[in-house]
């Protein structure tokens, strides 16, 4: 039996990560995570592409642009939405999680959602660096290990 699996060694490896600046006191937070966790694992800060957009609903075309480039072994989507008094938010994060893995399978890199949808402030800041780890870095972790996984399944 052959079992592939991905690793945190991430030398040598380009990511993308796109950014909402909509809640930027948590998505800051989360970005910082999120390079944190990639240099760490031996990324070099030329290959980590950031992209801003205006909130989370524009993540998704900011996602296809940077894997249409072909450049990058991973990118992150990372956002803050935060729900208010009707169901807005659960229709932005259900829909940039569709397209999160619409585009990775379309054009073959890993798209790891780093969005998170949270009730309140309070889980906000949990998800963005305190009690609950920070997103930002699980989800580079994703990201390296799914860029792992993609180059050995080439």
Partial sequence: MKTISGT???KGLKFG????RFNDMFTKKLLEGAVD???RHGVD???ITVVRVTGAFEIPFALKRLAALKKHDAIIALGVVI???TGHA???TQ???RACAQIGMSDGVPVIDGVIGVQNLEQAMERSGSKQGNRGWNAAEAAI??????RQLS
């Fill in 95 to 97: 829909n940039v999680a």
């Fill in 8 to 10: 945190l060694e991430a």
């Fill in 83 to 85: 729900q208010g008094a």
């Fill in 45 to 47: 800060s030329q290959h």
């Fill in 145 to 150: 290990e799914m860029a792992n996984v993609a």
């Fill in 37 to 39: 966790c990639l240099e």
């Fill in 17 to 20: 990560i796109v950014v909402s």
């Fill in 90 to 92: 659960d229709i932005i």
